[in-house]
């Protein structure tokens, strides 16, 4: 099943219209510190592709991206993300999109009492999240909020996080 999904991901990029570099940079968590009084990580550094079947203003279109960047734990997190998405025109450059992802992060789950960080093992998560994207000319600006969820043994905080993108097409 991953792998399938894996090539449906590539396979969809090779007909993309807009491709994009991202850079990850800030999250903003609805606590502080996690269960164990550890404080989050909050500079979320990181970069990642970005492709899109963007073609008119007011439609549906598809979107999805592959990054890699610090989780909340400071720990390199893997995430795989498909999104449908509507995008209008503002004024001039200035164009607006908003839409959901479904994704799935490949992280540590350092969720668990008493697991240190060293210790932790990587683990799938999916979820979906509401998006909005801000695009002046080339360079866009992303948000996404996750929202808070247990599945399993993994309990996840709900954050936002910003990242920033460039049109290289």
């Known amino acids: 099943m991953k792998l399938f999904f894996i090539l449906l991901f590539f396979s969809i990029s090779i007909f993309a219209n807009e491709h994009r570099i991202l850079v990850s940079g800030f999250t903003k968590h609805e606590h502080s510190h996690d269960k ?3 404080r989050y990580n909050e500079e979320n550094w990181g970069a990642g592709y970005e492709f ?6 007011g439609e549906l279109y598809f979107a999805g991206n592959f ?3 610090k989780d909340s734990y400071s720990d ?3 995430t795989l993300s498909a ?3 509507v995008r209008y025109k503002i004024h001039g450059g200035l164009d607006v999109s908003i839409g959901v992802a479904a994704f799935l992060m490949w992280k ?3 969720y668990k009492s008493g697991v240190s960080s060293d ?3 990587y683990g ?5 999240a509401p998006l909005a994207s801000l695009y002046y000319q080339r360079f866009s600006v992303n948000l996404a909020y996750v929202p808070t969820m247990k599945l399993g043994s993994i309990d996840v905080v709900g954050f936002g996080i910003v990242y920033f993108g460039w049109k290289f097409n």
């Open 36 to 38: 164990d009084a550890e």
């Open 52 to 57: 899109t079947n963007f073609k008119k203003y």
């Open 67 to 69: 990054t890699v960047l």
């Open 76 to 78: 390199a997190q893997f």
């Open 83 to 85: 999104s449908p998405n």
């Open 108 to 110: 540590k789950d350092t």
């Open 119 to 121: 210790e932790a093992k």
């Open 124 to 128: 799938l998560l999916p979820s979906v």
